[in-house]
C-alpha cells in the first residue's frame, strides 16, 4: 500500500471530509481503531459516507436524530469487504476520538489515524476487513514511525466510560500477530 503525497492513500477510495483541521504539532503517533455501523448493526449503506461529509439526512432513520449538527470523520473506513475509502489526509487531524486520553496525553486527534471498521460490538469482523487493516497498519507504521504496535489502540481504550469500540469480537491478537509477520518480513505486504 502506498501513500501518496500528502497523506493520502493510492489504493483508497477518496471521498474528502470538510471535518478536519490542521495537526498542531505536525505529529502521528498512535493508531486508533473503531467500528461503525448506520444504522446500527447495517452494513453497505451509504450513511457513514453522508456523515462523514457532512450531508446526513437525520429523516432518513429514526436513530439518526441524535446525529444532527454533529461533524466527525476519521481518516479510513474498512468496509465489511475489504474496501479501503479515505476520509482525510493522514497529515491532517480527522475528528474521530474525542474527549480522549492515550499514555497521559489529552486530545488524541491531535496525534492519531482513525480507522473505522464497518461493523457493531456484537458481530465479528470479516476476513477481508482483518487483511485490509493489517496492510494498512503496517502500511501506516512505515509511514509514521512514531506509530508502533504498543501505540495502536481501540476507541474503548483512550475513552474507556464514553466508548466501546472496537468492542470485545475485534480480535486483537490476530490482528497484531498479523501486523508483526509484516514487521518481521515473514510475510510481503502487497504493493
Given amino acids: 500500500m502506498k501513500r501518496e503525497m500528502q497523506g493520502w492513500y493510492a489504493d483508497a477510495m477518496q471521498r474528502p471530509s470538510p471535518h ?12 486508533v481503531i473503531h467500528n461503525i455501523s448506520l444504522p446500527a448493526g447495517q452494513f453497505g449503506t451509504p450513511y457513514i459516507d453522508d456523515l462523514f461529509a457532512g450531508c446526513l439526512d437525520c429523516h432518513a432513520h429514526e436513530s439518526f436524530v441524535d446525529l444532527q449538527g454533529l461533524e466527525v470523520s476519521a481518516h479510513f ?25 492515550f499514555d497521559g496525553r489529552e486530545n488524541c486527534n ?37 506509530i508502533t504496535l504498543e501505540r495502536i489502540t481501540g476507541h474503548s481504550d483512550i475513552a474507556p466510560r464514553r466508548k466501546t469500540d472496537p468492542g470485545p469480537c475485534f480480535d486483537w491478537a490476530r490482528f497484531k500477530a498479523g501486523v508483526s509477520e509484516l514487521l518481521s518480513g515473514e510475510v510481503t505486504e502487497e504493493k
Wanted: charged share 30%.
Fill in 110 to 146: 491531535d496525534f492519531a489515524v482513525g480507522i473505522e471498521l464497518e461493523g457493531t460490538d456484537t458481530l465479528p469482523f470479516t476476513d477481508e476487513q482483518y487483511d485490509r487493516l493489517i496492510r494498512l497498519s503496517f502500511s501506516l507504521m512505515q509511514d509514521y514511525p512514531g
Fill in 77 to 101: 473506513l474498512i468496509r465489511r469487504d475489504g474496501e479501503l475509502v479515505q476520509y482525510v489526509s493522514c497529515d491532517e487531524r480527522a475528528w474521530h476520538a474525542g474527549v480522549s486520553s
Fill in 20 to 31: 478536519k483541521n490542521s495537526r498542531p504539532l505536525d505529529e502521528v503517533s498512535l493508531l
